[in-house]
């Protein structure tokens, strides 16, 4: 492709007069925007070791209180979209939060759809429109855009879990609020819309009700018999399953996507090229991630992330299984007709 001229190709006066009038030459900054046939992404492959995250968490909870600050979290931001915009990815924001026992974060709702991974702790619960889900280890709940959410802890153990929300795109779309709900904590019972593989209250069966959302809570004792079901069966090349909404069959929110990997024993996976930024977040085992040229050697508890288009291959050196929860860009990109995938470069 042609080098195309530069800035200081012009004469200053004439970049100035363009200035004053709100006006920019296309040509200097063509070949950022469009890059030669592949996406020059700010994503760096970065990791966030959860022993280095866990005291200064342990540390907020002492300097500030949960009233001053709301939600009490900690930002996995990645360098290359420099730590002030607070990205993981282009579209992807990553937290740790923590709640202390008897604390409560307020209710509020908000336009970023956000779900919790919970990595540590019990007694704690979030309760999204009025249901309660408990948060156990490895619990994947959602809160959805406009719905109702607050966070409270009855038991005796500090609760930390992972934030994964939309909101550098909902953000940079300048469609990104809060409301704030109810001052008092709300009293709130476990009523989930569905009960079981093909069970759902006959109340809202009756009335025809579709739930946008009819399931907040996906515990991991479920998730984790499903992959190791569908790992006991034979000439299985990849062991995942993806958390979908059972009204639709879809992904189970509309711009981020959530799934679950379990590497067997000694495993080595190879994933597919893909146009989406992923995130790895360790549920159980030891794993090995290695994007291109970076490696990190994660544990239970860790997070990463990696750009598109890198080739990743996810290696478990153990004779037990390891279990990875991810989340990646795949929704939103292929509602929107960015999505596709290329041969791996590294064969
Ligand atoms: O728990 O509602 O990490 O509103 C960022 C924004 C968590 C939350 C975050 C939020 C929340």
Redesign the pocket.
């Known amino acids: 492709m042609e080098r195309l001229a530069t800035l200081e190709d012009l004469p200053t006066e004439y970049v100035e007069a363009l200035t004053a009038k709100n006006l920019v030459p296309l040509w200097p900054s063509l070949r950022d925007v469009l890059p030669p046939y592949t996406p020059k992404p700010r994503t760096q492959a970065t990791a966030w070791k959860y022993q280095d995250i866990r005291p200064l968490l342990m540390q907020a909870g002492e300097l500030t209180p949960i009233e001053k600050a709301e ?1 009490r ?1 900690l ?1 996995l931001a990645n360098p290359g979209h420099t730590l002030d915009n607070m990205r993981a990815t282009s579209i992807m ?1 990553l ?1 740790m ?1 923590l709640l202390l026992p008897g604390e409560w ?1 307020p209710s ?1 709702r ?1 336009v ?1 759809n ?1 779900v ?1 991974l919970i990595v540590e702790g019990n007694g704690a619960y979030t309760s999204v429109d009025g249901e309660k889900c408990e948060m156990e280890r490895g619990d994947l709940i959602l ?1 959805p855009s406009g719905m109702w ?1 607050e ?1 409270s802890h009855d038991g005796d153990s500090e609760v930390v879990w992972l ?1 994964v ?1 939309d ?1 550098p795109l909902v953000y940079y779309s300048e469609t990104s609020y ?1 409301e704030e709900g109810e001052k008092v904590k709300g009293e709130h019972e476990s009523n989930p819309k569905i009960y079981g593989p093909g069970l759902v209250a006959t109340e809202n069966f009756q009335r025809n009700d579709t739930i946008e959302y009819p399931i907040l809570r996906y515990p991991w004792v479920d998730t984790k018999k499903s992959l190791e079901s569908i790992a006991a069966g034979k000439d299985v090349d990849m062991v995942q399953v993806t958390y979908v909404n059972p009204e639709t069959g879809q992904d189970a929110q509309k711009i981020i996507g959530f799934s679950a990997i379990m590497l067997r024993p000694n495993e080595v996976l190879r994933l597919p090229r893909r146009s989406c930024a992923i995130i790895f977040h360790i549920i159980e085992g030891d794993v090995v991630v290695d994007a291109d040229d970076v490696r990190h050697e994660l544990i239970a508890s860790d997070t990463s992330c990696a750009p598109c288009f890198a080739n990743i291959t996810l290696t478990n050196q153990n004779d037990t299984p390891a279990f990875i929860f991810v989340a990646d860009e795949s929704p939103f990109q292929k509602k929107l007709g960015l999505y596709s995938e290329r041969p791996r470069t590294d064969v």
């Open positions: 939600r979290v930002v924001y937290g939060q974060a509020h908000h970023p956000a919790r809160t959410h966070h934030d929300l909101l809060v």
